[in-house]
T-cell receptor
């Protein structure tokens, strides 16, 4: 069952555009995460949130920003997309130290 | 900073052979989780281990958590083509921050 939703699934867009990737969960989880993953490679944590109005940068330096105004919503924004941002972006949520539930991801291609 | 190392990076086995992936942390973990990611898919939670020395089984999969709570392993007996994918371990530190291992990609010769 899909309790965490990401849109769009695929996005091809030109350099310099502003992009927002959406992530919503219906499980009431306090913790939410954004990961960047190239095909078949490791997961890189780029942002996380422990609750409303709480956001932290992850281990991978990123030019993106996030916000957490509502528990269920954790959008990620790229102000000016570059080809180096081409990757898959995965959103996840969890309860305290519990299993992470991942969305289907957004495959982003910057031309 | 805290690191979680996972080996091997790749494993190619004949169908029916066993497979093991190992996870090692530089610091003590409060718990460890294992995930499977099929090609083209997203990571899916398999199991969580919490206690020192804990062993859990799911059909052909056996998961272990080390006595010092710094290492873990996943063993698959008699692999099948449905086992293909990348297996990730993930550990929570005392600071409640999760760290994923680099993953082991399993491929299988029918």
């Amino acid at each position: 069952e899909a309790d965490i939703y990401q849109t769009p699934r695929y996005l091809v867009i030109g350099t310099g555009k502003k992009i927002t990737l959406e992530c919503s969960q219906t499980m009431g989880h306090d913790k939410m995460y954004w990961y960047q993953q190239d095909p078949g490679m490791e997961l890189h944590l780029i942002h996380y949130s422990y609750g409303v109005n709480s956001t932290e940068k992850g281990d991978l330096s990123s030019e993106s920003t996030v916000s957490r105004i509502r528990t269920e919503h954790f959008p990620l924004t790229l102000e000016s997309a570059r080809p180096s941002h081409t990757s898959q972006y995965l959103c996840a949520s969890s309860e305290h130290r519990g299993p992470q539930h991942f969305g289907d991801g957004t495959r982003l291609s910057i031309l | 900073g805290q690191q979680v190392m996972q080996i091997p990076q790749y494993q190619h086995v004949q169908e029916g052979e066993d497979f093991t992936t190992y996870c090692n942390s530089s610091t003590t973990l409060s718990n460890i989780q294992w995930y499977k990611q099929r090609p083209g898919g997203h990571p899916v939670f398999l199991i969580q281990l919490v206690k020192s020395g804990e062993v859990k089984k799911q059909k052909r999969l056996t998961f272990q958590f080390g006595e010092a709570k710094k290492n873990s392993s996943l063993h698959i007996t008699a692999t099948q083509t449905t086992d293909v994918g990348t297996y990730f371990c993930a550990g929570y530190s005392s600071a409640s921050k999760i760290i994923f291992g680099s993953g082991t990609r399993l491929s299988i010769r029918p």
